[in-house]
């Protein structure tokens, strides 16, 4: 009975609504959740059961001290130790490689060697330590067991038990938490965390996709300070921000260069304000305008054709198809079907024998599949690949399709194993 005035709603991203399965987040710790469930849910034994995301029990605040003082800079430069894990990274370390006049020493660490077994197992080294190698930096590798890197010891000048003022850790893009053990040595406001979005907007691992899906103008990128893993993703202190357009028709690939070159521009900018003591002082977020920006899985992949409309299908496609391409299932609650060349079929050209959502057909003219979305809309759609199969024109696979599958010509897209009447009432599995 308790809990419920620590809470503070977040409002549906597509909607603006709150419903019964909105998130929540907790006032006092800063911890999101939803009341009573979260919204990811999972197969277990063939049947959905629901996750709380969880709490913490003890009270904590992100920011105790109010805003933060940047201490200045005794020699003049900082002795730089750099996280980054991937391409994002990469262009951030280039661009403080080149400021030269803001660093005395600049160390890496990065994601440690991986073996992938496709096509024959080989060596994956992170394009980080490939680019450190190149510019002549020293790399250090994260170790493979996450308790290890409480333990991991780096060289001078940052040996010490506590660090001097001068030595910086950044952080870009690395993919996983930096333990308390590590961060605690770093003074205030020299912790800083290359961020693409104007947080507290789109906080966690996907904020260009989210970005992207979520169809915005503009975007941005913010310096922040990094906190401990207990208080939650990204909410730590804004350092500097800068608004960035979204250009039409982006996707992850064309837009990430972009807010990656921003960022670095910005996190130079911020390392020489700090130097010549111009820098103001760190501005704390605003939890109330906070939104999620969660990793891209499966389940955020699948096309929930009875909530989304054309334009939120074609959007999702362009944001995560570099990483997972959205898909749907077809036939039964095993056979998925990945989805490629998205676009949205304008008014005009509508398959008017399409009458129900998710029902789909092959235009013969344009050789292209067409389905049926919420809000009376439809897309269009070039590629497709069925689970186990190759990659091929929608064409080629339709003709390949049993008429036994067939209802009229036609076929039915749902969700398989995420439907309910509570996701898409509409729909009658046959």
């Known amino acids: 009975m308790l809990l419920r005035p620590l809470l503070q709603p977040l409002p549906c991203r597509a909607t603006g609504q709150l419903s019964s399965g909105s998130r929540f987040i907790c006032i006092a710790h800063r911890l999101p959740f939803t009341f009573p469930y979260n919204t990811r849910t999972t197969r277990s034994g063939g049947s959905r059961t629901a996750k709380p995301l969880g709490s913490c029990s003890t009270p904590r605040f992100v920011h105790p001290h109010g805003p ?36 005395n020493t600049l160390h890496v660490v990065t994601q440690p060697d991986t073996y992938k077994t496709e096509r024959g197992r080989h060596l994956v080294e992170s394009p980080v330590k ?23 010891r780096f060289p001078q000048p940052f040996h010490r038990q506590m660090h001097h003022p001068s030595q910086l850790l950044i952080v870009s893009s690395l993919g996983r938490f930096i333990p308390w053990k590590v961060l605690k040595k770093f003074h205030p406001s020299r912790k800083l965390n290359v961020h693409p979005s104007l947080i ?19 975007t941005g990128v913010s310096i922040i300070e990094v906190e401990k893993v207990g208080m939650g993703y990204d909410v730590g202190d804004i350092w500097a921000q800068k608004t960035v357009p979204i250009p039409p028709g982006a996707t992850y690939p064309s837009l990430m260069p972009i807010l990656a070159d921003e960022g670095s521009e910005l996190l130079v900018s911020v390392l020489r304000n700090m130097i010549n003591g111009t820098q103001s002082d760190s501005i704390e977020q605003d939890p109330d305008q906070a939104t999620e920006a969660p990793a891209i899985d499966a389940q955020i992949a699948v096309i929930d054709w009875w909530r989304w409309n054309a334009k939120k299908v074609e959007q999702v496609s362009r944001a995560i198809m570099h990483q997972k391409p959205i898909y749907s299932y077809v036939f039964d609650h095993e056979t998925t079907l990945q ?11 509508h398959n008017l024998r399409l009458t129900s959502i998710g029902m789909a057909e092959l235009n013969w003219k344009s050789e292209k599949l067409e389905v049926q ?13 069925q689970k186990n199969k190759k990659l091929m024109p929608a064409r080629e696979w339709w003709l390949g399709v049993n008429e036994k599958k067939k209802s009229e010509g036609m076929i039915q897209f749902h969700m398989g194993p995420w439907r309910d009447e509570t ?3 509409e729909f009658k599995h046959s």
């Open 339 to 349: 989805l490629f060349d998205v676009s949205i079929l304008p008014k005009e050209h």
């Open 373 to 385: 979305c919420n809000s009376d809309t439809q897309v269009s759609i070039g590629g497709v690949k």
């Open 423 to 425: 996701i898409h009432p």
């Open 68 to 103: 933060i003082s940047p201490l200045s800079v005794p020699d003049g430069a900082f002795d730089i130790l750099f996280f980054g894990g991937d391409e994002f990274s990469c262009r951030t370390l280039k661009s403080l490689h080149a400021a030269k006049d803001v660093w």
């Open 130 to 152: 490939l680019l450190a190698a190149e510019l002549n930096l020293q790399c250090h590798l994260i170790p493979k067991d996450k308790s290890a890197m409480k333990e991991m």
């Open 200 to 218: 507290p907007k789109y906080r966690g691992a996907g904020p260009i996709q989210w970005a992207i899906a979520d169809g915005l103008e503009e």
